[in-house]
């Protein structure tokens, strides 16, 4: 740290002192990625490793948000420290939408694509009874499957988030005009609504698996379903966990109505993942 | 380590602080380093760590150039050459050229816009931790069962699902250096966007701020794309999907789309950079202002534009309809034009200056010179049916040392020498950087101008073995490599004299320099710029 | 055309002459027929149409980017020299002109607009693959290529194509032929003045097939069949390799094609035929043990060795050995199922669909008595891999799994 500022007055612009916690999430991810890379290849020590980075992690992030939380709370961040707030985490969202973007441009191209190829008339060399209708689990699937159908859990789960986005809505504004009992009961009434999302699709996919055949394993129509629904969905439990250290910050009494960016930032991450849904929903299950 | 590091001896302040038990110096020793929230002690950090990774991939390189000597198999066996091109590619590029830059840019954006610090100077910290587990991840694989991965720096599937752990540790190393690079263009661009001087408007920044500013939105916009395809390689090889898997109905040349996705934006991460460096000097030691700023600003950004539209012009071979083969090339070629305005550029700043050639001006001159001739080769490159021709053989491999040794390195070598005396605080030896100009232009060339030939001529890359009528060439090489790789010991030896001590630096020590950097004391103060300056 | 064709002699002899003055100095080879000169400097010489426009797109672009970069450095080093600070030059202050940026932004995007009109022909010619007189399925294996002509003269031929320089060579231990690395056991043989469609593929990862002289490299995409084609002008022996990395014999999978006249093609065709029937075998004999396992022996050496090595020993991990293999010294249908099948992800290929019933009962056979090996049971006859052709998917997948 630290920027040396005569006593009592705020700095110009916040510099955090020299801190340890980002040495502790390096040191966790390590962990992980050697406890992943040998649990995948049967080596040792394998997941229990992945266990202790995870933990480590967790803790990790605790601690690190907790100083954050602490500092904004005791007022050191000015004005232009919201604003760089805001900048990171609108670059922070557009690095997950390209994120996201890779898994839909590949569904793209398998479809789109390979597809074709995979089924006109040279190949029949290789696959000569390869029809090449969407869905498919390739040329070379054995096991029958059956498509996702848009209706009903999905179309059910699109609304529930879309009226997520909502209930999030009227508690920003609640919080706008400091209205706490209204703001405390309508981020839990979000929550809730992301979890039911998180039940249905758990749903959805043991269906997926027991009658409908369709595993991760099904060639590639498998492969993006549950990798694109799975990413969202697990972006969705960060959203909803992020929403509830809000809500319980807000419950402790944070944020004023005029400082609160933290709450903006989760707000601004939930609509993101209620964006990539409406694209899933109509890419996925629709067409 | 910790002795050549430049030391802040002048860690004033102390008296500033203890007002608050946050408030105290930074800790000593070890624990300052893995602490620190200071962007120059970061910047530092950033450097030392590629220049050592410049020397780990060196020596793997090395290794390689040895096997190539002679014609038969004499040093290692195929499985190990395979592993070294792959890890030598990864680690050069992600490794050595981008955190080098993250380095310079750590050290040099607050001083050159007026800022206190990084908008957040504890992720930066984290930006920078994140790639010693991630480097290590690499260096680990060598020694797992199987060995480092094999198939690549691009990683081609399905080469890559039959490698075993060691990819999978490429894979994560690759996450972390990703996560890594998106926090540090996060970083950057907050900085840049929100703490600049009052005063200093967007057009009224250096070149090298603008540069990093494109480069960073083109980093948040790849480096998930990469983390996306590595990620689907990871499922592929471990969990049964099909991504990249015809008999799935995936495709092996998918990989390749969404890699190159990445790729080629990422051969321009790597040089942008680069030309805000050059950009920088040029001026400087020409007594001139940059010819041409605007269009210095317009033609970077349209380099970062169309770099999203040519990708697939590394897979001229996959046999893509000729539809698409024309318009990456149309789209690839028109790269030339921004490219070329740059150039001239840089020629019209010289123009009628009053030039002087000290070390940073000469590699800079260098890197003018031989890049365009790299540039010139991917130009030829460009054209689809001789890339048909000469896809995959050395003439790829002569292309792009070219741009990523005599660019990007030279770029960063004239960085280092330009600005060491702000960062240390003392005159670096000026025979010793000139002796390391000229040992590098000429070994540079002597090893790879002759790939050239061995490329037209039809030799392949990535392999360990050739036919007896390539040897000439490669012996060639080989010694040139051999003395290129010396000739970097001299520049080791440059950094660490200045660093230990030197004639004291003035605070602005070139006289045609320009920029807030040049206002503070030589060596810059542990901090600077705490209440912003006001600029004209 | 004339005059292209002109350049193209002079860049080639220019190429050739500088390549043969230096040759005096060389310790190790000659020039190689159909493949790259000594010390060579330009591309190889071509022998179709396709090579000869990339040939001249190549000697123009290089031309036009010389001309660029000396326009261009020679008005840098003029600056460097006339204005610099010793001698007393004093700066300029201009710093800015719309005219030039505007001159030097049009005209490159004119030259660079003319340099891809020019090659905007040839990618169209090069994609034409209709009406080929003769196709040929090029499949590449890890790590060899496998030939299937299917269409026109000859269809029906079909062979595989291994690198053979021995071994000694590459080690250093013998003599290097003036082929070396550059050669194999058989060559694929085409017809002058046809035009040959090449249909690439491959069995396990990306190969590539190139043929310098040609102007072909096509990527061979496991699963997928790309095309490209050539019509050499030229009888002759013409040589090229591998050009996509495919693991670690990538270096070791070379191409040869023999352009012969039409006559010598057909005859060729008829003796090639008459060659595959004479090995065709029957799969129903019954073999003794030391027969079947001296069979066994050369099989394993062509299509094992490169990665469980010559002496079963392999280079574990990744490729495990197999002297003392739980596989191979267990149950007789596991070690069948593993090659005739391979194993599922990883580089342990489907050997039964390039070895025969015979090869494949010869090389389980042998392994099973080799090096330490005594397995209890160490024959298999040739009519049981036959039948174990035909076993379901499910059972396959049960017999390959790796013993724990
Ligand atoms: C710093 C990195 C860098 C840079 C800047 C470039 C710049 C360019 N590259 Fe390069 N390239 C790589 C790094 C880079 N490349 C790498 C690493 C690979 C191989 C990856 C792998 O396979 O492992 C590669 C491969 C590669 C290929 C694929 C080759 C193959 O595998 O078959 C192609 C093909 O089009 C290509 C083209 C170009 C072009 C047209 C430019 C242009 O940007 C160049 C523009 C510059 C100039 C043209 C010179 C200056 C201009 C003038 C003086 C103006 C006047 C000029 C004219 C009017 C002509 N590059
Ligand atoms: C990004 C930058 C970068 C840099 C700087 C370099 C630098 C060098 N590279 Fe390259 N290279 C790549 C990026 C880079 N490379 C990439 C991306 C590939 C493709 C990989 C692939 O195919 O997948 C490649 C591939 C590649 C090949 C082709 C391999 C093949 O296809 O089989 C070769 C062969 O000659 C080569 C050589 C060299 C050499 C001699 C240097 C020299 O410039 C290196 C000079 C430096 C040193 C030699 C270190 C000096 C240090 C010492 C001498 C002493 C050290 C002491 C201690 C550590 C105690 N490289
Ligand atoms: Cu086959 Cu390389
Ligand atoms: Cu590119």
């Known amino acids: 740290m630290s920027a040396s500022h005569a006593p009592g007055t705020t700095p110009a612009y916040f510099i955090p002192a020299p801190s340890s916690w980002p040495i502790k999430g390096s040191f966790a991810?390590?962990?992980?990625?050697i406890g992943a890379a040998t649990w995948f290849n049967d080596l040792p020590p394998g997941y229990w490793l992945v266990i202790f980075g995870f933990a480590m992690?967790?803790?990790?992030?605790?601690?690190?948000?907790?100083?954050?939380?602490?500092?904004?709370?005791?007022?050191?961040?000015?004005?232009?420290?919201?604003?760089?707030?805001?900048?990171?985490?609108?670059?922070?969202i557009f690095s997950e939408v390209m994120f996201f973007a890779a898994f839909f441009g590949a569904l793209f191209y398998a479809r789109n694509i390979a597809l074709p190829w995979l089924s006109d008339l040279d190949n029949k060399l290789l696959w000569p009874d390869f029809a090449g209708q969407w869905p498919t689990a390739g040329p070379e699937a054995f096991d029958k499957f059956g498509k996702m159908s848009p209706f009903p859990i999905p179309a059910i789960n699109t609304l529930l988030l879309l009226t997520s986005g909502v209930t999030l809505t009227i508690a920003h504004h609640a919080l706008k005009d400091n209205k706490r009992g209204v703001l405390l009961l309508f981020m839990i009434l979000t929550i809730a609504l992301g979890a039911l999302f998180l039940c249905l699709q758990a749903y959805e996919y043991h269906e997926a698996y027991t009658e409908l055949g369709l595993k991760l394993t099904s060639g590639i129509y498998g492969s993006t379903f549950f990798l694109l629904t799975g990413f969202h969905g697990f972006h969705v439990t960060i959203g909803a966990i992020m929403l509830t250290v809000i809500a319980f910050r807000c419950a402790k009494g944070h944020f004023t109505p005029d400082h609160h960016f933290a709450f903006e930032a989760a707000a601004w991450y939930w609509h993101f993942v209620d964006v990539v849904w409406l694209g899933l929903f109509i890419v996925v299950y629709w067409l | 380590m910790s002795a050549v590091l430049p030391g802040h001896a002048h860690d004033d302040h102390a008296d500033a602080h203890g007002h608050d038990d946050h408030h105290h110096g930074p800790p000593a020793g070890f624990m300052r380093w893995v602490t620190t929230t200071n962007h120059k002690d970061i910047g530092t950090l950033y450097l030392w760590f590629s220049f050592a990774m410049f020397l780990t991939g060196g020596m793997l390189a090395l290794t390689i150039r040895a096997e190539l000597f002679k014609p038969g198999l004499q040093i290692v066996n195929p499985e190990f050459f395979n592993q070294l091109t792959t890890m030598h590619g990864i680690i050069m590029v992600f490794g050595a050229i981008?955190?080098?830059?993250?380095?310079?840019?750590?050290?040099?954006?607050?001083?050159?816009?007026?800022?206190?610090?990084?908008?957040?100077?504890?992720?930066?910290?984290?930006?920078f931790w994140l790639l010693v587990p991630a480097a290590s991840l690499l260096i680990i694989s060598f020694f797992v069962p199987g060995g480092a991965t094999a198939a690549g720096w691009t990683m081609y599937a399905p080469l890559s699902s039959q490698m075993g752990i060691g990819q999978d540790l490429a894979i994560f190393a690759l996450h972390i250096m990703g996560a890594s690079s998106i926090m540090g263009s996060i970083n950057i661009i907050t900085t840049i966007l929100n703490m600049r001087a009052p005063g200093m408007t967007l057009m009224k920044m250096p070149m090298f701020c603008w540069t990093w500013l494109i480069t960073s939105y083109m980093l948040i916009a790849v480096m998930p794309v990469l983390a996306g395809a590595i990620t689907m390689t990871l499922t592929d090889r471990h969990f049964g999907t099909s991504f990249f898997n015809a008999a799935g109905g995936g495709d092996p040349v998918m990989y390749q789309h969404i890699f190159w996705f990445f790729g080629h934006p990422e051969v321009y991460i790597m040089i942008l950079p680069a030309f805000g460096i050059v950009s920088q000097i040029i001026p400087a030691f020409a007594r001139k202002p940059l010819f041409g700023y605007a269009s210095m600003v317009y033609a970077t950004s349209s380099i970062a534009i169309l770099s999203f539209i040519v990708w697939a012009h590394h897979m001229f071979t996959?046999?893509?309809?000729?539809?698409?083969?024309?318009?990456?090339?149309?789209?690839?070629?028109?790269?030339?034009?921004?490219?070329?305005?740059?150039?001239?550029?840089?020629?019209?700043?010289?123009?009628?200056?009053?030039?002087?050639?000290?070390?940073?001006?000469?590699?800079?001159?260098?890197?003018?010179?031989?890049?365009?001739?790299?540039g010139f080769t991917g130009l030829i490159l460009a054209v689809t049916p001789i890339d048909i021709q000469l896809q995959d053989t050395y003439y790829v491999v002569a292309h792009f040392h070219y741009v990523l040794v005599a660019g990007s390195l030279f770029a960063m070598f004239a960085g280092v020498y330009y600005w060491l005396p702000k960062w240390t605080g003392h005159m670096y030896d000026e025979f010793l950087g000139k002796l390391h100009f000229w040992c590098s232009v000429v070994f540079f060339n002597l090893t790879f101008f002759p790939m050239h030939f061995l490329g037209l001529a039809g030799m392949p890359r990535r392999i360990p073995d050739y036919a007896a009528q390539f040897a000439d060439f490669n012996a060639v090489a080989s010694i040139g490599a051999f003395c290129f790789g010396l000739s970097q010991l001299i520049f080791l030896a440059a950094v660490i004299k200045c660093v230990k001590g030197g004639p004291k630096a003035a605070d602005k020590p070139w006289e045609g320099a320009e920029g807030l950097e040049w206002t503070v004391p030589s060596p810059a103060p542990y901090h600077t710029f705490e209440t912003p300056p006001q600029v004209k | 055309m004339a005059v292209s064709t002109h350049l193209r002699k002079l860049a080639a002899q220019l190429g050739m002459a500088?390549?043969?003055?230096?040759?005096?100095?060389?310790?190790?080879?000659?020039?190689?027929?159909?493949?790259?000169?000594?010390?060579?400097?330009?591309?190889?010489?071509?022998?179709?149409?396709?090579?000869?426009?990339?040939?001249?797109?190549?000697?123009?672009?290089?031309?036009?980017?010389?001309?660029?970069?000396?326009?261009?450095?020679?008005?840098?080093?003029?600056?460097?020299?006339?204005?610099?600070?010793?001698?007393?030059?004093?700066a300029a202050t201009f710093h800015e002109s719309t005219t030039v940026e505007i001159a030097w932004t049009l005209i490159p995007m004119i030259i660079v607009i003319g340099m891809a009109g020019f090659a905007t022909r040839t990618v169209i010619a090069m994609k034409d693959t209709s009406n080929a007189d003769l196709t040929i399925k090029a499949t590449g294996y890890q790590w060899k290529w496998g030939y299937d002509y299917i269409k026109g003269e000859g269809e029906g031929i079909s062979f595989y194509s291994n690198l053979s320089t021995p071994r000694a060579q590459i080690e250093g231990k013998a003599e290097r032929g003036v082929n070396y690395m550059l050669e194999v056991d058989n060559e694929v043989v085409v017809p002058v003045n046809k035009k040959i469609r090449i249909l690439t593929t491959a069995d396990d990862v990306i190969h590539a097939w190139m043929i310098p002289a040609f102007g072909v490299k096509q990527d061979a995409i496991p699963g997928f069949v790309r095309d490209t084609w050539f019509k050499s002008k030229e009888t002759g022996i013409f040589r090229g390799q591998c050009a996509e990395l495919c693991g670690k014999e990538h270096g070791f999978m070379p191409i040869v094609v023999h352009v012969m006249s039409d006559a010598d093609y057909t005859k060729w065709v008829a003796d090639k035929k008459k060659e595959i029937a004479s090995k065709q075998e029957d799969p129903n004999k019954v073999w003794t043990q030391p027969d079947l396992a001296a069979r066994g022996k050369t099989v394993?050496?062509?299509?094992?060795?490169?990665?469980?090595?010559?002496?079963?020993?392999?280079?574990?991990?990744?490729?495990?050995?197999?002297?003392?293999?739980?596989?191979?010294?267990?149950?007789?249908?596991?070690?069948?199922?593993?090659?005739?099948?391979?194993?599922?992800?990883?580089?342990?290929?489907?050997?039964?669909?390039?070895?025969?019933?015979?090869?494949?009962?010869?090389?389980?056979?042998?392994?099973?008595?080799?090096?330490?090996?005594?397995?209890?049971?160490?024959?298999?006859?040739?009519?049981?891999?036959?039948?174990?052709?035909?076993?379901?998917?499910?059972?396959?997948?049960?017999l390959v799994a790796k013993p724990q």
């Open chain 3, 18 to 90: 500088a390549g043969a003055a230096a040759c005096g100095a060389s310790a190790y080879a000659a020039d190689m027929v159909g493949g790259p000169a000594e010390l060579q400097l330009n591309l190889q010489r071509p022998v179709t149409d396709i090579a000869d426009q990339i040939f001249d797109l190549h000697t123009g672009m290089l031309i036009v980017c010389l001309l660029i970069f000396i326009a261009v450095f020679a008005a840098m080093f003029y600056s460097i020299f006339a204005h610099r600070k010793d001698k007393g030059h004093k």
């Open chain 1, 29 to 33: 991810l390590f962990c992980m990625a």
């Open chain 2, 98 to 127: 981008m955190p080098a830059f993250v380095g310079f840019a750590n050290w040099q954006i607050p001083l050159m816009i007026g800022a206190p610090d990084m908008a957040f100077a504890r992720m930066n910290n984290w930006s």
């Open chain 1, 57 to 92: 992690l967790v803790y990790m992030l605790f601690g690190w948000f907790g100083t954050v939380i602490g500092e904004s709370e005791s007022g050191q961040y000015s004005h232009k420290v919201d604003v760089s707030f805001r900048w990171s985490m609108s670059w922070f």
């Open chain 3, 300 to 398: 394993y050496e062509n299509n094992c060795a490169a990665c469980h090595k010559s002496d079963g020993k392999g280079t574990p991990p990744a490729f495990p050995p197999l002297d003392g293999s739980k596989t191979v010294l267990g149950p007789m249908d596991n070690q069948v199922a593993v090659e005739l099948n391979g194993r599922p992800g990883t580089a342990m290929a489907a050997m039964g669909k390039t070895l025969s019933d015979t090869d494949i009962a010869a090389v389980v056979t042998y392994t099973r008595g080799a090096w330490s090996n005594k397995a209890a049971v160490a024959l298999v006859q040739p009519s049981d891999i036959k039948a174990a052709r035909a076993w379901d998917a499910a059972k396959v997948t049960a």
């Open chain 2, 318 to 374: 996959t046999g893509m309809p000729a539809a698409g083969q024309l318009f990456f090339m149309y789209a690839t070629m028109l790269i030339a034009v921004p490219t070329g305005v740059k150039v001239f550029n840089w020629i019209a700043t010289m123009w009628k200056g009053s030039m002087t050639f000290e070390t940073p001006m000469l590699f800079a001159i260098g890197f003018i010179f031989v890049f365009t001739m790299g």
